[in-house]
């Protein structure tokens, strides 16, 4: 029912990030469905750079695929603070199998440091098939009663306001509408934004209506999934990737300087060192670009932590403390962290 295309549907499985909204009986949950395929691993750092905490579905019939590692690994990157484990299927798994399951995305999930994460086991067909209140509907309430066991992060509301673009679409008659997680701060009607990271050039807007999963809102608030309709920017002027900000608040740009930590090809990064000028595809949020790494080292070799100075193939909306990703073609290869910004 999350899955919305006709194509994901068809091929039982998520290519794009949906939102939908539930509740518990003590919380309102925004929930991304980010796309587990290896194929659309872009789309999933884009939707897990909005998450506070996770859902990692597990094939219990299976076990975790390596794309389900490197999962955790992104995760641990763009700043997720919980995982809660949910294991699949086990209407045709082998109990002894499930036991393996289990123990393998414990020391995969330690690895990565998330410590004590709740473990649950079900069958989601047999959950959806089932009656709400049977025995088979009982693990997805259990796994409800564990989201509401973890700490509710602390939002910044008089930071200035700051939002990542996640999608842009047009509204015949009204406008553009850029959707995403606000990071921090809070936007009321008829204040003004700035849209940076495409050009050099910030586009000012003024926000006319704000919406949380179609209804309208009065603000939009730090931690909130929300849609800002912008009166007079063209929708081809807006794309995924940049930021809406208040204006003046930050700066899109090119250089700066970053720790990272380079994987090694036991946990499927590179097999050899590179050298100064080595050009990966740099994720921040839900931006991504070229980016060339700079050091006065001879190379870094997988598994190296070094401190590197980068440049950007386009400017970027990023601050000091801010993850990134390091990709090569199809895998992750490292991870890093923003030092600073010239």
Do not use: W
């Not at 899109?252 to 590179?270: N, Q, S, T």
Request: charged fraction near 25%; charge should be negative.
């Amino acid at each position: 029912q999350i899955d919305n295309a006709p194509e994901e549907r068809k091929r039982g499985i998520t290519i794009v990030a949906s939102h939908v909204q539930y509740e518990s009986e003590l919380r309102h949950f925004a929930h991304i469905d980010c796309p587990g395929h290896a194929d659309f691993i872009k789309n999933m750092i884009a939707g897990a750079s909005q998450m506070d905490a996770a859902i990692l579905l597990v094939d219990g019939s299976q076990g975790p695929e390596e794309q389900t590692k490197e999962h955790i690994l992104l995760a641990q990157q763009v700043g997720v603070q919980d995982i809660v484990v949910f294991i699949n299927k086990v209407d045709i798994a082998d109990p002894e199998l499930l036991e393996l399951v289990e123990m393998e995305i414990i020391e995969t999930l330690e690895a990565r440091g998330f410590v004590n994460s709740a473990i649950l086991r079900g069958s989601a067909l047999q959950a959806l098939e089932g009656d709400p209140e049977s025995a088979a509907a009982a693990p997805i309430v259990d796994l409800l009663a564990a989201l509401d066991e973890l700490p509710v992060p602390e939002r910044n509301l008089d930071a200035p306001f700051l939002m990542p673009i996640e999608s842009v679409c047009t509204i015949p008659g009204r406008g553009t509408v850029i959707t995403g997680r606000v990071e921090r701060g809070r936007l009321v009607h008829q204040e003004s934004v700035a849209i940076l990271g495409k050009t050099g050039e910030p586009i000012e807007a003024v926000v006319t209506g704000i919406q949380e999963f179609h209804q309208d809102v009065e603000a939009a608030e730090a931690g909130h999934n929300v849609g800002l309709l912008l009166r007079g920017v063209a929708r081809d002027s807006v794309v995924r990737g940049q930021v809406a900000c208040a204006p003046g608040s930050v700066e899109p740009r090119c250089e700066g300087e970053a720790e990272i930590f380079v994987l090694g090809a036991e946990e499927g990064g590179r097999n050899t060192p590179f050298s100064s000028g080595y050009t990966p595809q740099l994720y921040f949020g839900t931006a991504d670009v070229p980016g060339a790494l700079l050091f006065d080292e001879e190379s870094v070799a997988p598994g190296e932590r070094a401190t590197v100075r980068f440049r950007l193939l386009k400017p970027v909306a990023f601050e000091a403390g801010m993850r990134f990703a390091i990709r090569e073609g199809r895998r992750t290869v490292g991870a890093g962290v923003v030092l600073s910004s010239s």
